[in-house]
């Protein structure tokens, strides 16, 4: 009984298996200094290097469009780790502002105005792109694609612009009249 008390006391208090999002991952301690973001040091000299666009990507308000994601090793590793993805969309200055998807494997939970409108597109074993349909316009900004596999974290940025907005115009006094030529004209 005491052994069950001491072993139920170790999980409670382990900081080695966090939670987020309703998912758990392998967090494993290192002593050296680096933490994966890119400031030189790797692990067992093995450098997690993620890919996305550096160009605006466009959208269409309705339509849908993949935000390409993808990550390799530098060696490569056999076999490879496992990893996690982390989908979120950024505030102007580029902080986080929201998740919009966490996937471990096969399974991968979406959030908020996000709920059942995004997914993962694995096109490839190192394929991570998201997928968002039926487009909104407050989807435009930044996303950031982060990969987690316990030993180091790596990013990239993705940016959403749309296209073909249109802002209806109804003037006072009933239906809009002008055709294209006259509108130029009265501009």
Do not use: M
Not at 46 to 65: C, D, H, M, Q
């Amino acid at each position: 009984a005491d052994r069950n008390h001491v072993l139920l006391f170790l999980l409670a208090t382990c900081h080695c298996l966090p939670f987020y999002n309703g998912f758990y991952y392998d967090h494993i301690l290192n002593n050296s200094s680096g933490n994966g973001n890119g400031d030189g040091v790797h692990f067992n000299g093995v450098k997690l290097v993620v890919s996305t666009p550096e160009e605006a990507l466009f959208g269409y308000r309705g339509g849908n469009i993949t935000l390409p994601c993808s990550f390799h090793y530098e060696p490569k590793l056999h076999p490879p780790r496992k990893f996690r993805v982390k989908w979120s969309k950024l505030h102007k200055d580029n902080t986080k502002e929201r998740d919009v998807l966490v996937a471990i494997g096969l399974r991968h939970r979406s959030f908020g105005e996000y709920k059942g409108r995004v997914h993962l597109l694995h096109s490839a074993p190192q394929g991570v792109s998201l997928v968002i349909t039926d487009l909104r316009l407050e989807d435009y900004g930044k996303y950031k694609c982060e990969i987690i596999d316990g030993l180091e974290d790596e990013s990239g940025i993705v940016e959403l612009e749309l296209r073909g907005v249109v802002f209806p115009y109804q003037p006072h006094h009933g239906r809009y009249q002008l055709n294209f030529h006259e509108a130029k004209k009265s501009l």
